[in-house]
T-cell receptor, first 114, second 111 residues
Framework: DTTVKQNPRYKLARVGKPVNLICSQTMNHDTMYWYQKKPNQAPKLLLFYYDKILNREADTFEKFQSSRPNNSFCSLYIGSAGLEYSAMYLC?????????????FGEGSRLIVV | GDSVTQTEGLVTLTEGLPVMLNCTYQTIYSNPFLFWYVQHLNESPRLLLKSFTDNKRTEHQGFHATLHKSSSSFHLQKSSAQLSDSALYYCALSSNNRIFFGDGTQLVVKP
């Protein structure tokens, strides 16, 4: 089973309100990633967990938080949503962080901020 | 910093014609891994093929690509397009435990 599941699939949020997106995988992968995808743009890496170690990208460091309570689950938290957060959020997992590891993606969580 | 460039946003061609999607990359690391991911409508991206070895052709499901470090390129090719090849194709680069994607090329194959 190579399934990565994301919840919710769709989220409508008000400006200034928090948003929490959930991802789970059953492949016992030690690395989980969150990407932000906007139309006609490349998926942008926000952060990733290798085991319990969180790595956040420098330019999104303060905008997104994450937790990984166990190997299977990873969340993405936005404390105060702004209009610019409207996007598709893709979760992915891989076995390790070695350069050649394949990413397995979930179906995405579409966030619309109004 | 690391980056991936896909010059074509949209490629439209007729079934049976050859496919070539361009990908070039920039990285300070001498041994990058390059990938092609494909995303069909209403599906999540999945790996199509990947390569680490310079000048070695990699093939999968009729597609092939060769990593050329001298030109920092990893173009995706197929000899004969099929209708089912219509999808969004991402070139990606792995370096320093991070994977960076290009903007993607939408391939539309018409009868």
């Amino acid at each position: 089973d190579t399934t990565v599941k994301q919840n919710p699939r769709y989220k409508l949020a008000r400006v200034g309100k928090p948003v929490n997106l959930i991802c789970s995988q059953t492949m016992n992968h030690d690395t989980m990633y969150w990407y932000q995808k906007k139309p006609n743009q490349a998926p942008k890496l926000l952060l990733f967990y290798y085991d319990k170690i969180l790595n956040r990208e420098a330019d999104t460091f303060e905008k997104f938080q994450s937790s990984r309570p166990n190997n299977s689950f990873c969340s993405l938290y936005i404390g105060s949503a702004g209009l610019e957060y409207s996007a598709m959020y893709l979760c992915a997992s891989s076995a390790g962080t070695g350069s050649g590891n394949t990413l397995y993606f979930g179906e995405g969580s579409r966030l619309i901020v109004v | 910093g690391d980056s991936v460039t896909q010059t074509e946003g949209l490629v439209t061609l007729t079934e049976g014609l050859p496919v070539m999607l361009n990908c070039t990359y920039q990285t300070i690391y001498s041994n990058p891994f390059l990938f092609w991911y494909v995303q069909h409508l209403n599906e999540s991206p999945r790996l199509l093929l990947k390569s680490f070895t310079d000048n070695k052709r990699t093939e999968h499901q009729g597609f092939h690509a060769t990593l050329h470090k001298s030109s920092s390129s990893f173009h995706l090719q197929k000899s004969s397009a099929q209708l089912s090849d219509s999808a969004l194709y991402y070139c990606a680069l792995s370096s320093n435990n991070r994977i960076f994607f290009g903007d993607g090329t939408q391939l539309v194959v018409k009868p």
